[in-house]
């Protein structure tokens, strides 16, 4: 079983940056894709940094050139780097873990609220 734990959010101004991080329980890169995800509350989860085969990245239109995801092996964590924040960045972040085999659950972070405000 896998535990995620969310941290870095807070309030932050038009332009500023933050880092989420993403602490997972025991190393699980080998077993599990990461990525991030946010909800606006009445919408859709959507993904905001996906990982993928050979290392790849996904990220849509919205955020393309602002956010970058990251990982450091040797802590366990996944990192998602904002920059150049925007009011329509507001929401709970989510932090996924996927099985990269078929069998096996799906694993959510409890969420962090970012709230982008002059």
Known sequence: QVQLVESGGGLVQPGGSLRLSCAASGSIFSRYVMGWYRQVPGEQRELVAGTGIGGRTNYPDSVKGRFSISRDNAKNTVYLQMNNLKPEDTA??????????ALGNDYWGQGTQVTVSS
Not at 92 to 101: D, E, G, S
């Open 92 to 101: 709970v972040y989510y932090c996924h873990a996927h099985p990269r085999l």
